[in-house]
């Protein structure tokens, strides 16, 4: 596993680690995010975020990069870490 990528918050002083054994991180920033949560409360553009480890982007029409593709016979196993810390 190696260090993928870390999101501070400077100003709270909070700060997530991503740990994985994938070659990719790829980071969504809720542009499009527009519904209510818990209580009622609204969450909109830019109100979250996600990380997800993966493989290669585009590793089926990318003929050097390893392959993604799972066979019905194969077994897919990876582990992401998460660690929260305050700085």
Known sequence: MREA????????????????????????????????????????KHHGLCLETHGFINAVNTPHFPSVILRPDQVYDTTTKWKFEVM
Request: proline fraction near 2%; glycine fraction near 12%; charge should be positive.
């Open 5 to 44: 990528c870390v999101l501070e918050h400077r100003l709270s002083g909070r700060r997530m680690r991503v740990f994985t054994e994938e070659p990719c991180v790829q980071f969504y920033s809720a542009l499009f995010l527009d519904c209510v949560g818990k209580g009622g409360h609204h969450y909109g």
